[in-house]
């Protein structure tokens, strides 16, 4: 028997050390070839790093959250033969993906080998819980569990130590089980549990990103209610008559052609502001960051060149990129570059919202929720479709007079959606 030695890949970029983000095996597991044996962080995106043998997990590298630098070892395997301990380079990552951050409960709940974990399918969907026991899932999937009445502590896990997915809640509705299994007493039972999440991975790249743009951009907030009656109108005709064809618009695309077009007359808007060497650069092409949550947070795909776009290629690529995200398939190149941010919370909108910018963008348009409201037109109170955007500037760069007036000529494009076509 030998040992095999698997280093900290050098992923590229110049990046001389990363973070290890999550472990997804133990000492005494059986691994194989390609098995994802740990997830780590760049400043832009999660990798994986696969096994290139088969063997026994003998030492692990590090703890999740720690900084490594490249050429440290991060795994030693036990495999058949002499090993590499003396040639210990790694191979690049098979893949990049975005992956959730490692959760830590007070409940313990660590993952069988990956040699003898069974599939899902395999699983029974319900489990016994303690009443206390709070089980690993995304904010993403207690809602929808919420949405569905079904009480998390009942489902059994088939992700990473546990972590109830989407396609459990199904295979759990499938088995026709509901609140009823469960004692109605555990829904009054008195809880003293606690939990401990560790920021690490790409939860700690967001809050640094949050952190970093609040403190070094001076934001200010400008807030238009716009009608869109007649946009909403034209959308659903389009849908009608092209949906089958050439695939379902949403209002997205629309903002998204209305940024190009209001970005002509204020390019201000379309800017990077570089605040260490004091210069700022405008970009003739409108590369829209599109802010999508997903299971580990907050992701800005980039729709580029939008000034050239259509409203289906849009709404297409806009689609594809949403869908990269949300399953950890985005590419680092798909997460950057961005000029303006468009981010919209959909029909958890609110009123009101407060965007923080996207650095070193200058400004970003937010969305809120479309509701029916009584409105004075023409002298005549008639029911409209009213919608907040809710948006946020650099003041370091961006007047408020020309933020202003920036809305403003998107709220005329929407509300007259033929102006968005007119040369």
């Known amino acids: 028997m030998g040992t095999h030695v698997i280093k900290m890949p050098d992923i590229g970029e110049g990046i001389a050390e990363v973070e290890l983000s999550q472990w997804h095996v133990k000492v005494g597991d059986l691994v194989v070839e390609d098995q994802v044996l740990a ?22 590298g590090g703890q999740p959250g720690e900084v490594m630098a490249v050429g440290s070892v991060l795994i030693s395997i036990e495999v058949e033969g002499a090993g590499n301990l003396k040639e210990s380079a790694a191979p690049a990552p098979a893949k990049e993906a975005l992956v959730a951050p490692k959760v830590e409960t007070v409940v313990e709940s660590k993952p069988a080998p990956a040699a003898s974990r069974p599939a899902a399918v395999c699983q029974g969907p319900m489990v016994a819980r303690e009443a206390d026991e709070r089980p690993l899932a995304s904010p993403a999937v207690r809602k929808h569990a919420l949405d569905l009445g079904i009480q998390l502590r009942l489902v059994r896990g088939s992700g990473p130590a546990g972590r109830v997915l989407h396609e459990d809640l199904e295979a759990y509705l499938a088995q026709g089980q509901s609140n009823a299994s469960a004692p109605v007493a555990a829904a009054y039972a008195q809880r003293n549990d606690e939990e401990q999440i560790q920021v690490i991975g790409m939860r700690r790249k967001i809050a640094q990103r949050m952190q970093d743009a609040t403190q070094r951009a001076a934001h ?31 209002l997205l695309p629309f903002l998204v052609r209305a940024l190009v077009v209001a970005l002509r007359d204020f390019p201000q808007m379309n800017a990077r502001y570089d605040d260490e060497a004091q210069v700022i650069t405008r970009l003739g ?6 802010a999508t949550q997903s299971d580990v947070g907050l992701m800005v795909p980039v729709v580029r060149h939008a000034e050239a776009r259509s409203l289906w290629d849009s709404a297409t690529e806009i689609s594809r990129l949403a869908n990269a995200a949300r399953n950890g398939k985005a590419s680092r190149d798909e997460l950057s570059g961005s000029t303006i941010t468009l981010t919209s919370l959909g029909a958890l909108g609110g009123i009101v919202s407060t965007p923080v910018l996207n650095l070193p963008e200058v400004a970003i348009v937010g969305v809120n929720k479309i509701v029916e409201r009584p409105m004075v037109v023409k002298g005549q109170v008639v029911i409209r479709k009213m919608m907040n955007l809710s948006s946020s500037f650099d003041h370091r760069v961006v007047d408020g007079m020309d933020a202003a007036l920036f809305i403003q000529a998107i709220r005329g494009l929407i509300e007259q959606p033929a102006t968005l076509f007119v040369e």
């Not at 997830?39 to 026994?56: C, E, L, N, Y």
């Not at 007649?230 to 008559?241: G, P, S, W, Y």
């Open 39 to 60: 997830d780590v962080m760049t400043d832009k995106a999660m990798v994986d790093i696969p096994s290139p043998v088969h063997g026994k997990v003998i030492a692990l």
């Open 220 to 250: 200010f907030s400008y807030v238009e209610e716009i009608d869109v009656t007649a946009i909403e109108e034209l959308r659903a005709h389009l849908n009608e008559k092209h949906g089958a064809s050439r695939g379902k618009l949403t």
């Open 285 to 290: 092409a409108v590369h829209v960051g599109v």
